[in-house]
C-alpha cells in the first residue's frame, strides 16, 4: 500500500488546519493509502520539532537532513498550509527542498498576500513542476492564476452525521442554565476574528458569550480588556466533547471575522442545526453562493429575533435550508471525490 504523509506546522489539534487535515486523511485513507501525519508540534506520528511555528535553533541544513528522514518512506506528501503562510520560514524552504520533484499537494489555506503582514513577501508558495497546488476557496484560485500559478479549488468537508446532541450536560459543564441565552463563537481568540464585535452581539441580545479557543498571536493582553470591559457574562473554553454535543448546547453560533481562508464554524453549524450570524468577509460571500442563509452581524435584530422564537416555524425551515446546502456541497463525500479526481490526473492514484 502506498504511503502519504500529511505535514505541517502542527497536526492533531483543534485549530482550522488541524481539523481540515484530519478530514483529508480519512480521505486519504477511503483513496488507499497509508497516511502518517509529520509537524512540529501535536499529537502525530513524526514529530520535527523544527517544523513548528515558534521553532528556533534550528539552521536549514539540519532541518532538512530531518525533514528528509521522516519523509523517506513517503510516496505522496500532501503539505498542509507550511509552505503558505510565513510562520517558519526555515520550515518552508526546508520542506520545498525536500520534496523538490516528488509527488506533492501544496494544501493552502493562507496565501501570504491574504494577510497584510504578510504581504510584502514573496518566497512563498514555492514552485516545482512535480507538485499540485490546491485551494480551499475560488478567490485565492483566481489570486495564484494572477501570480503564474494553476491551483484547483477543493473545498473543505465536514462529517454530515448530527443528532439531538448532549445539550444539558455541556451546559451544565459550563454552569450555564437551560433558560439562559448562549452564543458560540467557536473561534482562536485573534484580531481578525473581531472579538469585539462577537462580544457587542451577545451584549445587545442579553446573552452569555462563549468563547472557545485561547488568545494567540499576542492577543492576550487586548483580549483580557476586552472581556473585563463587557457587560455581558462570559464563558470560555469548550469541553472535551463531540462537535454536535458543542454546537447543539448554544442557542446560535457567532462569527463576525473580517478575514477567512473558508470559515468552518457557519458550515458545522448548519449540519447541526443552529443558526449563525456570520460576518460578510470575501469567501463567506463565495459560501453564500453555495445558498448558505445567514444572520447578519452588523444588526443585532435579525439574531435577536432568532433568539426569542427559538421554535418558529420560519427558523425551522431556515435551518433545514442550510443543512441540506452543507450536505449537498461540503460532505466529506464531496471532498474525497475531488481529491480522488485531482489524485488521478496527476497519476498519483494508488
Keep these: 500500500m502506498p504511503t502519504c504523509a500529511l505535514v505541517s506546522f502542527r497536526l492533531g489539534l483543534t485549530d482550522g488546519v488541524s481539523v481540515v487535515a484530519h478530514n483529508w486523511q480519512r480521505a486519504m485513507t477511503n483513496i488507499g493509502f497509508d497516511v502518517v501525519t509529520v509537524a512540529g508540534e501535536g499529537p502525530v506520528d513524526r514529530t520535527v520539532s523544527g517544523l513548528a511555528?515558534?521553532?528556533?535553533?534550528?539552521?536549514?541544513?539540519?532541518?532538512?537532513?530531518?525533514?528528509?528522514?521522516?519523509?523517506?518512506?513517503?510516496?505522496?506528501?500532501?503539505?498542509?498550509?507550511?509552505?503558505?503562510?510565513?510562520?517558519?520560514?526555515?520550515?518552508?524552504r526546508a520542506t520545498a527542498s525536500v520534496l523538490a520533484g516528488r509527488p506533492a499537494v501544496l494544501h493552502h489555506h493562507d496565501p501570504p498576500w491574504q494577510r497584510a503582514r504578510f504581504a510584502h513577501l514573496t518566497e512563498l508558495p514555492p514552485r516545482d513542476r512535480a507538485w499540485r497546488h490546491v485551494t480551499i476557496n475560488h478567490l485565492t484560485v483566481a489570486e495564484m492564476a494572477d501570480r503564474g500559478f494553476?491551483?484547483?479549488c477543493i473545498?473543505?468537508?465536514?462529517?454530515?452525521?448530527?443528532?439531538?446532541?448532549?445539550?444539558?450536560?455541556?451546559?451544565?459543564?459550563?454552569?450555564?442554565?437551560?433558560?439562559?441565552?448562549?452564543?458560540?463563537?467557536?473561534?482562536?481568540?485573534?484580531?481578525?476574528?473581531d472579538i469585539p464585535a462577537a462580544?457587542?452581539?451577545?451584549?445587545?441580545?442579553?446573552?452569555?458569550?462563549?468563547?472557545?479557543?485561547?488568545?494567540?498571536?499576542?492577543?492576550?493582553?487586548?483580549?483580557?480588556?476586552?472581556?473585563a470591559d463587557t457587560t455581558c457574562r462570559v464563558v470560555r473554553g469548550a469541553p472535551a466533547a463531540h462537535a454536535v454535543d458543542l454546537y447543539?448546547?448554544?442557542?446560535?453560533?457567532?462569527?463576525?471575522?473580517?478575514?477567512?481562508?473558508?470559515?468552518?464554524?457557519?458550515?458545522?453549524?448548519?449540519?447541526?442545526?443552529?443558526?449563525?450570524?456570520?460576518?460578510?468577509?470575501?469567501?463567506?460571500?463565495?459560501l453564500l453562493g453555495l445558498g448558505f442563509r445567514w444572520l447578519p452581524t452588523d444588526d443585532s435584530g435579525p439574531l435577536r429575533e432568532v433568539l426569542e422564537s427559538p421554535h418558529s416555524h420560519q427558523l425551522e425551515m431556515l435551518l433545514d435550508h442550510n443543512r441540506r446546502v452543507a450536505v449537498e456541497?461540503?460532505?466529506?463525500?464531496?471532498?474525497?471525490?475531488?481529491?480522488?479526481?485531482?489524485?488521478?490526473?496527476?497519476?498519483w492514484l494508488p
Excluded at 468563547?211 to 492577543?219: H, I
Design 53 to 92: 511555528m515558534g521553532a528556533t535553533g534550528e539552521n536549514l541544513s539540519t532541518l532538512t537532513a530531518q525533514l528528509a528522514a521522516a519523509l523517506a518512506d513517503i510516496d505522496l506528501v500532501v503539505v498542509e498550509n507550511l509552505c503558505s503562510i510565513p510562520l517558519n520560514l526555515t520550515a518552508s
Design 150 to 152: 494553476t491551483a484547483t
Design 155 to 193: 473545498y473543505n468537508g465536514f462529517p454530515t452525521s448530527s443528532g439531538p446532541g448532549d445539550r444539558a450536560g455541556i451546559r451544565g459543564s459550563l454552569d450555564v442554565g437551560a433558560d439562559e441565552l448562549l452564543l458560540a463563537h467557536p473561534v482562536r481568540a485573534i484580531p481578525r476574528k
Design 199 to 227: 462580544v457587542r452581539l451577545a451584549e445587545q441580545t442579553g446573552a452569555i458569550y462563549w468563547l472557545w479557543g485561547d488568545a494567540e498571536d499576542g492577543y492576550d493582553v487586548q483580549l483580557e480588556q476586552i472581556l
Design 248 to 286: 447543539r448546547a448554544a442557542d446560535a453560533v457567532i462569527f463576525p471575522s473580517r478575514w477567512e481562508g473558508f470559515g468552518n464554524p457557519p458550515i458545522e453549524a448548519a449540519i447541526h442545526r443552529v443558526p449563525a450570524a456570520v460576518g460578510r468577509y470575501p469567501v463567506a460571500d463565495e
Design 329 to 347: 456541497h461540503l460532505s466529506l463525500e464531496s471532498m474525497e471525490q475531488a481529491i480522488r479526481s485531482l489524485l488521478d490526473e496527476a497519476g
